[in-house]
């Protein structure tokens, strides 16, 4: 009979959250591994029994005694140690004894733990990390100990800060619902309505409830309970007011991975967020609040531009974090600068975070190195389009000078043209990058005589940068010669 139910693969350990309180643990031995299961087993306020004698004692050892958390026995393990114990821990450097004390544990039933032969124990301890009431536990079921520390930190080093302060207010809250309805029958409801609020507000978003305090906590329990009584969940702005904030994000060129860790932070923190169209979908993902894309533009892009910016105003009327999301970089050729002034005179001041503009990453991405000693040492970034469609006053020719040219494919001809106007050879090098740092970039190279008929022969699309100079092929030349 063929099923949907999860597959059994076997080989693995059960794992638990072992409750200790008060039960008698032994452990045997006083070195790091003993002091490490010291913290372990008292953080589960078990009573620990320590059997090793003082010249075997390490600093932190010696100190949990001093300090009476361990009941101290100043000798060798003997077989009679064991009576009454729910538990037994060797952590000991002589491994004959550690062994035989691992097998009478068996034969007693006791659960034991033997730090040096891992097929003698019962269970495993795992790497820990603890944050209040959380407890994240990572086991490589004995074959990496080092490792499963290693992934434990990174781990921790994911969660937002002071989560285990959110966890004790969850915890709080979770006590409120009941109160207000305290009917077991009434369970469903109960734990539908945290779910949804725990899904809509977000981890992030949900530590701010540690930033509360007495008055301002009593008024959100308030809040929360009228709408728990209408089975709805609260608007995490309502919930979790923040100051409107407006900032101009850069998503790079179109690799998810080449966005800054500032843009990320701010796409994860944002209330709202305003995207240009084809943002790869792996940057979108990063939204937690609401996200609004910009709609197809039929050559009316003044009026779709007006649309978004009144999305984004609309957002910081409800006094939320807005974001809008742009390719590329914000203030090179992503009309930043309109925006900024336009937010202004509606009394916000952006804030900026740059992005990577393919005008930097198309010449990189065709290992193109726009600077080159003794080659060229001038660029200069230029549209192909001016303002309502106006042609760009291109460059003079210059034998150490590059010119990157953004939106260039529709005027690869009219361009082509000028620059033999500016004195540029027919020779001088050329390259086309389309769709720049996506996975269906490509690179087409020529000479500026051929520049717009490769454009025909190879259909390039936009978006696509054109890169003209002698540093297109320097990297590819045979008589490069490097100053
Ligand atoms: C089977 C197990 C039995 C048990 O102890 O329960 C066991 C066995 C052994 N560990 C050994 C070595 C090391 N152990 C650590 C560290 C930790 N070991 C822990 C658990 C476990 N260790 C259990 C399996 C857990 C699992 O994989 O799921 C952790 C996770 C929890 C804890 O101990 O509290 C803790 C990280 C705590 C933290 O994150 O803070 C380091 C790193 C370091 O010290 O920095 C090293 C050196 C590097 C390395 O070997 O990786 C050796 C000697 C091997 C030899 O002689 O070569 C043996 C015996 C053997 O393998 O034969
Ligand atoms: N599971 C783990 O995470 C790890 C396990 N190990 C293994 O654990 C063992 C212990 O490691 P450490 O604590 O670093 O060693 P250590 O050398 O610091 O301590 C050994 C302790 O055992 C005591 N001891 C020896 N014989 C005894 C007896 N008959 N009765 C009572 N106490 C006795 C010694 O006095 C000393 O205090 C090692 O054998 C090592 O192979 C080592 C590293 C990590």
Redesign the pocket.
């Known amino acids: 009979m063929s099923t949907s139910f999860t597959p059994i693969q076997g080989g693995g350990s059960l794992v638990l959250a072992w409750r200790t309180a008060q039960k008698k643990i032994l452990i045997?031995?006083?070195?790091?591994?003993?002091?490490?299961r010291i913290v372990s087993v008292r953080t589960a306020d078990a009573h620990v029994i320590l059997?090793?004698?003082a010249?075997?004692?390490?600093d932190e050892?010696r100190y949990r005694i001093e300090n009476k958390e361990v009941t101290w026995i100043d000798?060798?393990?003997v077989d009679s140690d064991l009576d009454g114990m729910d538990m037994v821990l060797t952590?000991?450097?002589?491994?004959e004894?550690?062994a035989r004390i691992g097998h009478l544990c068996r034969s007693k039933r006791i659960p034991v733990n033997v730090?040096?032969v891992p097929p003698l124990c019962d269970f495993y301890?795992m790497s820990q990390h603890r944050e209040g009431p959380l407890q994240i536990a990572v086991s490589t079921n004995g074959q990496g100990?080092k490792l499963a520390n290693m992934i434990r930190t990174k781990i921790a080093a994911t969660l937002p800060k002071d989560i285990g302060k959110t966890i004790e207010k969850m915890g709080l809250l979770r006590a409120k619902v009941r109160e207000w309805e305290p009917a077991i029958e009434n369970s469903g409801k109960r734990m539908g309505w945290v779910i949804r609020c725990c899904e809509t507000w977000g981890l992030e978003t949900m530590s701010k409830l540690n930033e509360l305090k007495g008055k301002e906590e009593e008024n959100l329990y308030k809040v929360l309970e009228e709408y728990f009584k209408k089975n709805e969940v609260p608007p995490t702005s309502l919930v979790f007011p923040s100051s409107p904030e407006i900032a101009l994000i850069g998503a790079g060129p179109g690799d998810p991975e080449l966005i800054t860790v500032k843009a990320k932070r701010c796409l994860l923190e944002a209330d709202l967020v305003v995207s240009d169209r084809l943002i790869p979908q792996q940057v979108l993902d990063l939204v937690q609040g609401e996200l609004r894309i910009a709609r197809k533009t039929t050559g009316r892009s003044d009026e779709a531009q007006e649309e978004l910016l009144e999305w984004c105003l609309e957002g910081l009327k409800k006094n939320q974090r807005v974001v809008r999301l742009k390719i590329g970089d914000p203030l090179l050729f992503g009309r930043g600068g309109e925006e900024i002034l336009w937010f202004r005179e509606r009394g916000y001041e952006p804030v900026m975070v740059p992005g990577i503009s393919s005008a930097f990453s198309a010449p990189m991405a065709a290992m193109i190195p726009v600077t080159f000693r003794g080659v060229s040492d001038q660029v200069i970034i230029t549209t192909g389009r001016g303002t309502k469609g106006s042609m760009p006053d291109l460059p003079e020719y210059g034998s150490t000078r590059m010119l990157v040219v953004l939106m260039a494919v529709g005027r690869a001809v009219e361009l082509r043209q000028m620059l033999l106007e500016r004195d540029y050879p027919l020779t001088t090098p050329i390259c086309w990058v389309e769709n720049a740092n996506c996975p269906e970039e490509r690179v087409v190279l020529g000479i500026l005589e051929t520049m717009a008929s490769v454009v025909v022969d190879n259909n390039i699309k936009a978006p696509a940068v054109l890169i003209v100079g002698k540093s297109v092929d320097v990297l590819t030349r045979d008589n490069v010669k490097i100053v």
């Open positions: 045997v031995g006083g070195g790091n591994v003993a002091a490490q059997v090793c004698p010249q075997g004692l390490i050892t000798r060798n393990f952590a000991m450097d002589d491994h004894e550690s730090a040096d301890f100990p």
